[in-house]
């Protein structure tokens, strides 16, 4: 049971390149969550998403889309990258019992110069 | 407009002196609050969660409690694999989202 990965680790972008980040859980979680985390701060949900096929937007999704086709996956994608984009992003799952707990990944590092 | 604030920012501590982390929040319905540790380099990981007003919860040497308006982390006697961040959340009832707080860097020194 590998919990919730993501692809890259690592990334640095040029202004203007696009990339996916990748993220797979296998717990068979319906909700699942993209955060970015700026240095010295707490996280800031970008998009989420209840079930394959349904996702809202966060506190700050300009600049991101997803997409939610199976349940195991919740890629983010970045058109037209930005020095702004420049964080850390975290996915994260949960089960949908009342208050279970967010199980995050280990994050992906990305630089946009 | 769910708020999480956390006090204070930093902490040093001297291993075994006792202190506590504050998270004040405002939300529309308190459906949880959530504390989370996070190391340098990795994902948040899960403490506990709390409910209602006046719940408390306890591991090892950490104790959460809450209140209408607050919670607080209770560490007590610090030992240096203690240090970390410390990440407070709340989810509101209008939607299963969590909205965190800064953070508290807890450092503890042997």
């Known amino acids: 049971n590998a919990g919730v990965t993501q692809t890259p680790k690592f990334r640095i972008l040029k202004i203007g390149q696009s990339m996916t980040l990748q993220c797979t859980q296998d717990?068979?979680?319906?909700?699942m969550y993209w955060y970015r985390q700026d240095p010295g701060m707490g996280l800031k949900l970008i998009y989420y998403?209840?079930?394959?096929?349904?996702?809202d937007k966060g506190e700050v999704p300009n600049g991101y889309n997803v997409s939610r086709s199976t349940t195991e996956d919740f890629p983010l994608r970045l058109e037209l990258a930005a020095p702004s984009q420049t964080s850390v992003y975290f996915c994260?799952?949960?089960?949908?019992?009342?208050?279970?707990?967010?199980?995050f990944g280990p994050g992906t590092r990305l630089t946009v110069t | 407009e769910d708020q999480v604030t956390q006090s204070p920012e930093a902490l040093r501590l001297q291993e075994g002196e006792s202190s506590s982390l504050n998270c004040s929040y405002t939300?529309?319905?308190?459906?949880?609050l959530f504390w989370y540790r996070q190391d340098p380099g990795k994902g948040p990981e899960f403490l506990f969660t709390?409910?209602?007003a006046g719940e408390e919860k306890e591991k090892e040497r950490l104790k959460a409690t809450l209140t209408k308006k607050e919670s607080f982390l209770h560490i007590t006697a610090p030992k240096p694999e203690d240090s970390a961040t410390y990440l407070c959340?709340?989810?509101?009832?209008?939607?299963?989202?969590?909205?965190f707080g800064s953070g508290t860097r807890l450092q503890v020194q042997p």
């Open positions: 717990m068979n979680h319906n909700y």
């Open positions: 709390l409910y209602s």
């Open positions: 939300v529309s319905g308190l459906r949880g």
């Open positions: 994260a799952s949960r089960g949908t019992a009342r208050l279970n707990e967010q199980y």
């Open positions: 959340a709340v989810e509101d009832t209008g939607r299963r989202a969590l909205t």
């Open positions: 998403s209840v079930g394959a096929g349904i996702t």
